[in-house]
């Protein structure tokens, strides 16, 4: 990766407080990307850059910005905000566009807009033109307004907003051009919202106040006012730091207002789209155009019947690619091949001639070695498959057919607290379980993160035990690998149906836009691979190898026979296994696959019912330790702890409720 | 009144303020994606959940949030759709 290293946001602040604020005039320019989620975005700003860019926007996930040096001016940068679909900013993502804009002192922005949806981008715009900076509005999605008969006078817009308007194909590159041309001579948007008596009135007192106070604002004093009275809170914040005396003052203001007539951000919304509107009325024609192919196609993936084959070919399908040729084929070649043949071998001999004693040769290359169980781990089983596993997640996500699974899976997901997003991350924990808990934060509350995380820690598999258990069930034929899908379903829906009855709070119900099914553009689903794969050898590997660690001190200091010891009464008797299964549940936990796997290796020595009570205990187990602490970094030391001591003791009952039932079905 | 919900698939009708227990932080969210009181919206489908086109994005709209999405009665639903 190149020297384009984003922040991540508390650095941001440091560097704020180190000075930015007096940034001398003739300081390289940044220009700040804008808009709306899957108006596509991240597309235009590859286009602008073309780079290497650093990865830590996690698409949609996390609150970072990207940033690259742009192609078009020498030393200036572009920042790839997150979606933002309205100020004040209500959601994380919308916070750290906001944010940028406070703090990043941009030349001027480039708001992406959907061209399909005119009125609605433009109530974007008046909200951006009231920070004051020069803008340029991309409307993106020219192509398919186009199909839709949507026709827009661009000049004419163009004059009504006081800035230059561009129609810009991102995938196709068309406009790119004239947008970045755009970008270097923005103007300030002249069109504005009128707001309604007595907010009129009070926008301009905060005005004159701000004003009095601030000599220079990041965002115009206006609308910083307005963005105050509808309570951002990164506005909020901003002030207290500035004008901390004025505060008071003005709060007691807002109040007043707010006792008279309710919170102010829906009259600011409302405002500004009927501006919005009244622009986009000037602008529009539109001619009525035949339904287009992709719209029927996303119809019929809805459809009441033809919707479960289509999931079930594009399971399927996933499955060949991810399961047969990445978890099959690749780790084959990786890691009995690469790695077990030739890399390890040799890594062995040359550390254990080296090294000066033999507990560091123990901990390289040993059995727990850092080496030869945490990185060949890491990059020979795991990275193949998750390298197939995000290429397919992420020609799906840009298909625009998980926002359809979404829709389908709502209804279930509401029974456990969830709504039909939630789909994403448990999806991803099929890949894994540690970066899908980091998705997590793609859900709109702490609530729902709280219920998704403990639901994967308890019963989603992850990529590399699956492969194990489709193998070992698999062999004693399909029933026994259905009942093993049963129980885990079973499980998740009485521990989701308890966990929302339990955890306080209110589920949010899936309102969503359906984007219109495309053909993925391989580039971008590259990009995204990449990217995320840079963002998994960046963060889990190290987990990995701290799991290894562990591992390594228990073995180490004697404590792993000691756990196994005392886990062996409970494994042979209330599960009804043989004694060496006690030390595969204690690998599990570093593991879940080699939990699996050391089950595996026991092969004949377990009966069929044996395999499917090993089998469900391991997976509800917990995942491994690298997951265990990606739960402690989102959800803190305490929940983590508090998941581990739920989990084990539930799979350790489930596992013995099967065992019950299969001896009483006459099975054991 | 009648509710988006309700209304058959294939109709434009045009909505109304939504219902007032309808939470605020949705409303804005609605808001947000142009579902607004005045404009006009296509159902095209009612299951699995409710979509509407709405300015030529589709939107779902989970059941708990449709019920409370106010339209005109199908009298209006005659009328062509502004741009
Ligand atoms: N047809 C068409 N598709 C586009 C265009 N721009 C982006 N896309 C697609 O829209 C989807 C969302 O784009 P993305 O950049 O990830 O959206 P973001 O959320 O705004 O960053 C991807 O599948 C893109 O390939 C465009 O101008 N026309």
Request: a positive charge; glycine letters at 8%; one cysteine or more.
């Amino acid at each position: 990766m190149n020297a384009n290293r984003s922040h991540s946001w508390a650095e941001m602040h440091g560097h704020i407080l180190t000075g930015a604020a007096e940034r001398p005039e003739r300081e390289a320019r940044t220009y700040a990307l804008v808009g709306a989620p899957n108006v596509g975005k991240s597309v235009v700003f590859h286009r602008l850059t073309g780079t290497y860019v650093d990865v830590s926007n996690y698409p949609g996930t996390t609150v970072e910005v990207a940033r690259a040096a742009a192609r078009f001016e020498a030393g200036a940068t572009i920042l790839d905000t997150p979606g933002a679909l309205a100020f004040p900013s209500r959601s994380d993502d919308e916070r750290a566009a906001l944010r940028a804009l406070l703090h990043e002192n941009p030349a001027a922005l480039g708001q992406v807009a959907d061209a399909k949806h005119l009125r609605r981008s433009l109530a974007i715009t008046l909200a951006l033109a009231e920070t004051g900076r020069p803008m340029v509005l991309a409307l993106n999605m020219s192509d398919e307004a186009d199909a839709r008969g949507v026709a827009i006078d661009v000049a004419r817009l163009s004059k009504a907003l006081g800035i230059d308007v561009v129609r810009t194909v991102a995938t196709t590159g068309e406009g790119v051009r004239q947008l970045a041309h755009g970008l270097a001579r923005a103007r300030v948007c002249v069109a504005q919202a009128a707001y309604p008596q007595p907010l009129a009135r009070l926008i301009d007192a905060v005005t004159l106040r701000l004003a009095d106070r601030l000599a220079r604002a990041p965002i115009a004093h206006r609308g910083m006012a307005i963005l105050f009275l509808g309570r951002d809170p990164e506005v909020e914040a901003w002030l207290a730091v500035h004008v901390p005396d004025a505060m008071r003052d003005l709060v007691l203001l807002r109040e007043a207002a707010e006792r008279d007539g309710g919170r102010l951000a829906p009259v600011i919304a409302h405002a500004r789209a009927e501006a919005a509107a009244r622009i986009a009325a000037s602008a529009l024609s539109a001619t009525k155009a035949a339904p287009t192919r992709s719209t029927l196609a996303g119809r019929l993936v809805l459809h009441p019947v033809w919707s479960l084959p289509i999931l079930l070919g594009v399971l399927s399908l996933t499955y060949l690619f991810v399961g047969v040729l990445g978890a099959g084929t690749l780790v084959g070649w990786l890691e009995e091949g690469l790695f077990g043949g030739t890399i390890n071998p040799a890594v062995t001999r040359f550390v254990e001639a080296r090294a000066p004693w033999p507990w560091l040769a123990s901990l390289l290359v040993g059995r727990y070695g850092l080496w030869t169980m945490g990185m060949t781990y890491a990059v020979a089983l795991v990275l193949p498959i998750v390298t197939t596993f995000f290429l397919a997640f992420g020609f799906l996500e840009d298909s625009g057919y998980f926002a359809r699974l979404a829709v389908l899976a709502n209804r279930s997901f509401a029974r456990i607290g969830l709504n039909g997003r939630a789909v994403l991350p448990m999806v991803l924990g099929l890949g894994c379980v540690t970066m899908a808990t980091l998705t997590t934060r793609i859900l709109a509350t702490p609530r729902e993160r709280l219920i998704a995380t403990f639901l994967m820690a308890l019963a989603i598999p992850c990529s590399a035990q699956l492969g194990v258990v489709m193998g070992m069930l698999g062999a004693l034929g399909l029933a026994w690998l259905l009942a093993w899908v049963g129980v885990l379903v079973a499980v998740i829906g009485l521990a989701g149906f308890l966990a929302a009855r339990l955890i306080p709070g209110k589920r949010i119900p899936l309102v969503a836009e359906l984007p219109p099914l495309r053909w993925p553009v391989a580039g971008n689903v590259l990009k995204k691979t990449s990217a995320r794969l840079y963002w998994y050898l960046r963060e889990v590997i190290p987990l990995f190898l701290a799991g290894t660690f562990a591992m390594w001190s228990l073995d180490a200091s004697g404590a792993l026979p000691w756990i196994v010891a005392r886990a062996e009464p409970l494994v042979t008797g209330w599960l009804g296994l043989p004694r060496e299964a006690a030390a595969a549940f204690v690998m599990g936990f570093l593991r879940r696959d080699f939990g699996a796997t050391g089950l595996f290796a026991m092969g004949a020595a377990l009966s069929p019912a044996q395999a499917l009570v090993g089998m469900v205990t391991i997976t509800l187990f917990v995942p491994c330790i690298a997951s265990v602490l990606m739960i402690g970094k989102e959800q803190g030391a305490a929940r983590a702890a508090l998941m581990v001591a739920m989990i084990v003791p539930v799979a350790v009952l489930v596992g013995g409720l099967v065992r019950l039932a299969l001896v009483a079905a006459g099975l054991a | 009144m009648n509710t988006i919900d309700r209304v058959r698939v294939g109709a434009t009708v045009r909505l109304v303020e939504p219902d007032p227990s309808l939470e605020a932080s949705l409303r804005e969210h609605l808001a947000a994606f142009g579902l607004l009181p005045g404009h006009p919206v296509t159902v095209v489908a009612q299951r699995p959940m409710t979509i509407v086109l709405c300015d030529h994005v589709e939107l779902a709209l989970e059941a708990a949030v449709a019920a409370k999405l106010r339209v005109t009665t199908p009298a209006a639903q005659s009328r062509p759709p502004r741009a």
